[in-house]
Structures are given as C-alpha cells and as structure tokens.
Nanobody, 125 residues
Framework: QVQLVESGGGLVQAGGSLRLSCAAS????????MGWFRQAPGKVREFVAS????????DYADSVMGRFTISRDNAKNTVSLQMNSLKPEDTAVYYC??????????????????WGQGTQVTVSS
C-alpha cells in the first residue's frame, strides 16, 4: 500500500513563492509516475504537473508553465512542486498523486491510483 502526505501549503501574497512536498511511503521509488493536481471551490480537479518515474520527463499545465517546477528524489521517495510568481487564481487545494507501478503519467486524474489528503494554498491579491 502507498500513502502520500503533502506539506508546504499556506497563505502567500501574489507574486510570492511556495514549495510543496509530497512524501511517499511504500514501494514507490522509481516505480511510479507522480503528479500534482489542484481543486478550487466549485471547480473540478485539474492537472498541474507530472513527472516520469526517472524524473527525466515533466509536463505542465499551460496555466503554470514557466512558474512552477516539479521534481523528485527517488532516494528519499519525495516529490516537490516549486511555485513561483503565484497568482490569486492559483488558490486551491493541491493534491499529490501516484500512478500504478510502471504506468506512464498523463493529465487525467483517473490515471492515478493513489492520492494524498491535499494541502491548501491561498494566494492573496
């Protein structure tokens, strides 16, 4: 069984930065693609970024391209999301997600089998 625990959310002013972390327990190192999604009140969960099993391939939603960076450390079983130049529209609950073993990441939530509990990010204007 895999458990994902996010941390690093909080309140920040527009233009500021936050770094989210996701700690994975269980056998995840190098076996699972990882992604970050977010959900704002009254909206559907949307793709933010993903990273391949090796970390060699990443993908970003257009809305965060150039501002957010996803990375992973397979030795530590962690995935991070560095968020810069934050905007009020980035306000949401951010979720870390993992694919089943050896499955390629996509932008679709149903590709991912494991989800964290979420961490709130609030950007004030």
């Amino acid at each position: 069984q895999v458990q994902l625990v996010e941390s690093g959310g909080g309140l920040v002013q527009a233009g500021g930065s936050l770094r989210l972390s996701c700690a994975a327990s269980g056998r995840t190192s190098g076996r699972k693609g990882m992604g970050w999604f977010r959900q704002a009140p009254g909206k559907v969960r949307e793709f933010v970024a993903s990273i391949s099993r090796s970390g060699g391939s990443t993908d970003y939603a257009d809305s965060v391209m150039g501002r957010f960076t996803i990375s992973r450390d397979n030795a530590k079983n962690t995935v991070s999301l560095q968020m810069n130049s934050l905007k009020p529209e980035d306000t949401a609950v951010y979720y870390c997600a993992a694919t089943p073993d050896w499955v390629t990441t996509t932008r679709r939530p149903n590709t991912y089998d494991y989800w964290g509990q979420g961490t709130q990010v609030t950007v004030s204007s």
